[in-house]
């Protein structure tokens, strides 16, 4: 079964605005990840959070982790054109070396 | 120098024939992962690979068959294709350790005539 469900679905913002999206899955986890897909090309690894952590900062980007509730969020601020893209977590299940991802974000940053 | 790097880009064939995917990495990575992504951009681990024994294997049809010949490469050959196949197969590669993160090509898209 899918394990993380990304929200929204589909967001759309002006340049120079923040985006944020949530994940959330269902068991669970030892760590999760974000990772971006622009058009046509694969996934690239963004950011990873350890269960034991709440809050990671790369750059613009940051992350939020809150076992209690199962959900992180991705903040991306100040967004630009090229962050135009899909966005997916991916966790473990307890553990497993298998990483399960959502369904992903995908975000359009107007110029 | 492209890290994972897999051929063809594009595939397009006919129900019923049989066909290969190539993957390589020059990472140094041990781990390697092959991924389906559907129409609606789900992305699903089909197997994985480390040190050329197989680790994961998703319930996939027995007609997708991965094989290692050693730890940078990792080949799917898929037989009897049917049109459901059709979507887009990505490679990944990582070290064994958990937590590591994922190295992907750039894909491969199948489409089933």
């Known amino acids: 079964s899918q394990q993380g469900e990304e929200d929204p679905q589909a967001l759309s913002i002006q340049e120079g605005e923040n985006a944020t999206m949530n994940c959330s899955y269902k068991?669970?986890?030892?760590?999760l990840q974000w990772y971006r897909q622009n058009s046509g090309r694969g996934l690239v690894h963004l950011i990873l959070i350890r269960s034991n952590e709440r809050e990671k900062h790369s750059g613009r980007l940051r992350v939020t982790l809150d076992t209690s509730k199962k959900s992180s969020s991705l903040l991306i601020t100040a967004s630009r054109a090229a962050d135009t893209a899909s966005y997916f977590c991916a966790t473990d299940q307890g553990g497993s070396e298998k990483l399960v991802f959502g369904k992903g974000t995908k975000l359009t940053v107007n110029p | 120098d492209t890290a994972v790097s897999q051929t063809p880009k594009y595939l397009v064939t006919q129900m019923g024939n049989d066909k290969s995917i190539k993957c390589e990495q020059n990472?140094?990575?041990?781990?390697m992962y092959w991924y389906k992504q559907d129409s609606k951009k789900f992305l699903k681990i089909m197997f994985s690979?480390?040190?050329?024994?197989?680790?994961i294997n998703e319930t996939v049809p027995n007609r997708f068959s991965p094989k290692s010949p050693d730890k940078a490469h990792l080949n799917l050959h898929i037989n009897s294709l049917e049109l459901g196949d059709s979507a887009v197969y990505f490679c990944?590669?990582?070290?064994?350790?958990?937590?590591?993160?994922?190295?992907f090509g750039d894909g491969t898209r199948l489409s089933i005539l």
């Open positions: 990944a590669s990582s070290q064994y350790r958990r937590g590591q993160p994922q190295h």
């Open positions: 990472l140094g990575h041990d781990t």
């Open positions: 690979y480390n040190n050329k024994e197989l680790i």
């Open positions: 068991t669970s986890i030892n760590n």
